[in-house]
């Protein structure tokens, strides 16, 4: 492979774009271009390559924002002039796009998450990764460990857990947290079952996760 040369997959998979959905959807890509994007939806998910929001809901363009890190994260509340993506982007969806839900979606089999659990791996260091994934250590620990339990739930447990602790995070932004206190917004936790293709849903009212109903 010649350096810098652009990825052939690539290359082949925008023709199979420019020849099939791009054609078939013209309409709305001018549209979107022309009067820009509306969504009622705000997507918080990992950068997990198997993961992806728009494929798991069938999204069409502009129907979702959608804001991917490393284990679905939402930092606290925190103005202090440091760089903040997440809360950047958060701030962008609600006060300029005006999102009605926001959605924070863990998924299974997490790399970042079984770092943290397992406290191995090139995820627990590096320049940046570890710092950003100090966020689930603390939370880690308090996820109790049933014997009775695999390796495999425990890590599903944190994994959810993380994300009803983003949720909670969320609510530190005064903007959002007066939006939902006026019913103006909304926000939800789902887990993506990679293997099974499920998506599991949190009912924040009694803190329990159920299979959202499919074919």
């Known amino acids: 492979m010649a350096s810098g040369q652009f990825p052939d997959r690539l290359r082949q998979g925008y023709a199979n774009f420019r020849s099939g959905r791009f054609t078939a959807e013209q309409e709305r890509y001018d549209k979107l271009a022309k009067a820009g994007q509306k969504p009622t939806i705000m997507i918080i998910a990992c950068c997990d390559s198997r993961a992806a929001p728009e494929t798991v809901f069938d999204a069409s363009p502009g129907e979702v924002f959608v804001v991917r890190n490393v284990a679905n994260l939402v930092p606290p509340y925190a103005p202090d002039g440091k760089h903040h993506s997440t809360s950047a982007a958060l701030e962008f969806g609600v006060l300029q796009l005006g999102v009605k839900h926001i959605v924070i979606m863990g998924h299974g089999r997490c790399g970042g998450i079984s770092a943290v659990v397992n406290k191995s791996g090139p995820l627990t260091s590096g320049d940046f990764i570890g710092q950003w994934l100090s966020q689930i250590r603390d939370l880690a620990q308090f996820v109790e460990r049933n014997d009775e339990h695999s390796d495999h739930q425990h890590e599903t447990n944190v994994e ?41 849903v949190l009912d924040a009212a009694v803190g329990s996760w159920s299979t959202l109903d499919g074919p």
């Open 160 to 200: 959810r857990a993380n994300v009803e602790h983003s949720l909670a995070n969320l609510r530190t932004f005064p903007w959002i947290r007066h939006r939902e206190q006026r019913d103006e917004l909304s926000v939800h936790g789902a887990w993506f079952d990679i293997g099974l293709g499920e998506l599991h």
